[in-house]
């Protein structure tokens, strides 16, 4: 619903007319309304491209909602679009998957590196171990998965493991006017739990159990092949008897 700032410019959309402002590449603010479209015809390619920039804008969004406590200092028209068009550049870096299912790859979020929150000022070049008296340091934790972010503000934060699938930000702002990007933490890897195989236990020969017969050796009785009776002769472990034996007549 559109919200009128003062006597006619409008801001928001009105039945198929939208009104809007916007600044140009001097920073001049300026005040335009356009037709929004009845139908919007989308190809396979236009969704996969769409659903990525779903992708970038979520993260993006997860980022300014986390550090909404600094950012609301100043105001930064550009800073939604800034985040969102280098998230966006991460996330093409990732070609592994393809169009449409593309992710946030831990080794590619280094280029947040030196991103300014207020397009107006700067933080000046400093780490994370020399922090001046009027500069406070931030980590803010996310997990992009989860959706949840963390947040801790002291003097030093040391280069230390962060948790599982989460990606740590460090941040200095000085006079709550300026708010850089110095460094990215990668999340701790996923420690993998290794099987340790039981150790086998030998038997004494006194102890030892008598080796089973094979069934196979056996053929059944009846049987009309003679290769197998043959082969079956060969594997009986039965010894053959020297002569027949005679009655208990002739004993």
Known sequence: ???????????????????????????????????????????????????????????????????????????????????????????????????????????????????????????????????KENAKLIALSVNFEKGTTRIRVCEAIMAEQTGCNELTLLLVETDGKALDIIDVLQPAPIQQQTRVRPLLQVQPNSMSTPTLLRIHAYPYPGTKHRSTQGSARKRSPLLPLPAPLTSSRHL
């Open 1 to 131: 619903m559109p919200e009128q700032h003062s006597i006619i410019p409008l801001s928001g959309r009105m039945g198929d007319q939208v009104f809007y402002h916007k600044k140009d590449k001097r920073g001049r603010k300026k005040y335009y309304v356009r037709r929004a479209p009845e139908i919007v015809h989308q190809s396979t390619a236009t969704k996969k491209t769409a659903t990525d920039f779903g992708t970038a804008s979520k993260a993006s969004r997860l980022i300014r909602q986390g550090l909404n406590a600094f950012t609301c200092h100043y105001k930064d028209e550009t800073l939604h679009y800034r985040l969102n068009t280098l998230l966006g550049k991460i996330l093409r870096l990732d070609t592994d998957r393809p169009a449409g299912q593309k992710r946030l790859l831990p080794e590619h979020m280094s280029l947040l590196t030196g991103f300014r929150f207020n397009n107006e000022t700067r933080v000046p070049k400093m780490d994370r171990m020399s922090i």
